[in-house]
Nanobody, 120 residues
């Protein structure tokens, strides 16, 4: 089954770190952009970080200098390293990517989401 599977969320104290992973199952990432979004309770989903196949990254201002997106094309995994976490980073984090096989473009997919809670 073609899907994105996220892991790595959890509860962390302010100032702590987490690394989220997003694996493409049954498929590989296309050459398009891969991205991490988040949605806090009662708020709209927002784009946190994105990366092109050429490894050019962009971040929302609120996470610049603290979060790093990376991708391992050989393993078909995208990571989001989150450092110096703040309570306002608390949200469900989702990865988003276009998936394909060697011959077929499957389309745009969302992961199931992983909860990140920053609290003392």
């Amino acid at each position: 089954q073609v899907r994105l599977v996220e892991s790595g969320g959890g509860l962390v104290q302010p100032g702590g770190s987490l690394r989220l992973s997003c694996a493409a199952v049954g498929s590989i990432f296309s050459t398009n952009v891969v991205a991490w979004y988040r949605q806090a309770l009662g708020k709209e989903r927002e784009l946190v970080a994105s990366m092109t196949s050429g490894a050019s990254a962009n971040y929302v201002d609120s996470v610049k200098g603290r979060f790093t997106i990376s991708r391992d094309n050989a393993k078909n995994i995208v990571y989001l390293q989150m450092n110096s976490l703040k309570p306002e980073d608390t949200a469900v984090y989702y990865c988003n990517a276009d998936l394909r096989s060697d011959r077929v473009y499957y389309g745009n997919y969302w992961g199931q989401g992983t909860q990140v809670t920053v609290s003392s």
